[in-house]
C-alpha cells in the first residue's frame, strides 16, 4: 500500500486558510483510493514562526523537512514583519535553494473563458517553467550601501542549472503539445545569450519537440496577445517570477495559479500567490490554486495509485469550475473559502 509522509507548512496571512483546503480535497482522494494514505505532519515556518523564535526558518525544521516525500507550503510572510535590514523574510525561497528544488513549473489554465479578462480567453493551457536557484535572484545574497552612488545586482547563470532545467522543460513538452519557448533578452545580456546557447544545444537532443526563443518584453507582448501559442514556456528566476504573476493574471488571478517547485529528490507544492493580508481571516481567499497544487503533488509522487489521485482532483476541479458560478469573490463569485473546497471535495468523492 503507498504510503506517504507530507511535510505541511501552512505559514502565513491566508496560508492556513487555503492549506485546510488542500488537505480537505487529499482527504476525499484517500477516501476513493484507499490504497492510498497520507501521514501528513505540520511545521511552523514563516513570519508568525519568527514571531515565536526569531528565526522564519529553524534550522532543525529546514532538516526535518528531508525526511518527507513530498512538501505542501500555503503562503509565508506578515506585513511589517521584516529582517532589522529591512529586507523581507522569504524562507520559501530559502528552501528552494538549499533543497535545489531547481525547476519552478507554473501551469497556467483557464477552467471558463469568463474568468479571464481577455476577449478571446478561452482554452489557455501551458506551463511556464522557472529557474529558481540562481539567475537575477542571486543579487539577492549581495547587500546595498544605501548612501552609495551606486548599487548592483549580480544575473547568475550556470551550465549546470540551465542544463538540467532545459531538459526538465523538453521532457514536459513530449508529454504536452511538444513545443517549447525560451524567453530571455539575448539581445543585450551575455549571460542570456550563454543561457539562449545552452538551451539550443540541448534542443538538438529532442528533434520531435518544436522550439522558439523571444525576448522576454515579447513574451509579455505574446502572452496578452496570443497566450494559446504557447506549451511550455521556459525562462530565467526573475523573468519567470514577473512573467508567472502576468499568466496568472490572464486565466482569473493568483488564487487560480498553482505551483511546484521540483527537484531531483525533494519537491514543494504551493500556490503561486502570497499571504494576501488584504483578505486574510475573511475566509474568501480562493484555494483553488492550492488544491490544484496538492494535484500535482499526486502527478508528482511516485506509483500509479498517487498518479491516479492526481487525475482524480484535476478532473474534480474541472467539473466544479465548469460552471462558472463556482467561484470565490476575486474571480468575481459569492463562495467562501471552505465552501470552494467543500465542493471540489464533493466531486472528488462523486
Ligand atoms: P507576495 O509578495 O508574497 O507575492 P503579495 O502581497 O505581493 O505577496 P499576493 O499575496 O499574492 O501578493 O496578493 C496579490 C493580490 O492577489 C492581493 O490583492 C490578494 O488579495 C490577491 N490574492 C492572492 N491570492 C489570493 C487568493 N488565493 N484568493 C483571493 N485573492 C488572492
Partial sequence: MPDFRIAVLPGDGIGPDVTNEGLKTLRAVETVLPELRFHCDELSVGAGEFLRSGNPLPPETMERMKDYDAILLGAMGLPGVRWPDGKEMTPQIDIREVLDLYCGVRPIRTYHPDDSPLKRGANIDFVLIRENTEGLFYGRHGSADLDADDAKD????????????????????????????????????????????????????????????CYVDAAALFLVRRPQDFDVMVTENMFGDILSDLAAG??????????????????VFQPSHGTAPDIAGKGIANPVAMILSTAMML??????AAKEGGRRLHRAVESVLADPSARTPDV???????????????????
Fill in 332 to 350: 468575481g463569485g459569492t463562495m467562501k473559502t471552505h465552501e470552494m473546497g467543500d465542493r471540489i471535495a464533493a466531486a472528488v468523492l462523486a
Fill in 154 to 213: 549580480t544575473m547568475r547563470v550556470t551550465r549546470h542549472a540551465s542544463v538540467r532545467l532545459f531538459h526538465s522543460a523538453f521532457k514536459m513538452a513530449r508529454d504536452r503539445r511538444k513545443k517549447v519557448t525560451l524567453v530571455d533578452k539575448a539581445n543585450v545580456l551575455p549571460s542570456m545569450a550563454y543561457f539562449r546557447t545552452i538551451f539550443q544545444q540541448i534542443a538538438k537532443e529532442y528533434p520531435d519537440v518544436e522550439t522558439e526563443a
Fill in 250 to 267: 490572464l486565466v482569473g488571478g493568483m488564487g487560480m495559479a498553482p505551483s511546484g517547485d521540483l527537484g531531483d529528490k525533494y519537491a
Fill in 299 to 304: 502527478d508528482w509522487l511516485p506509483g500509479e
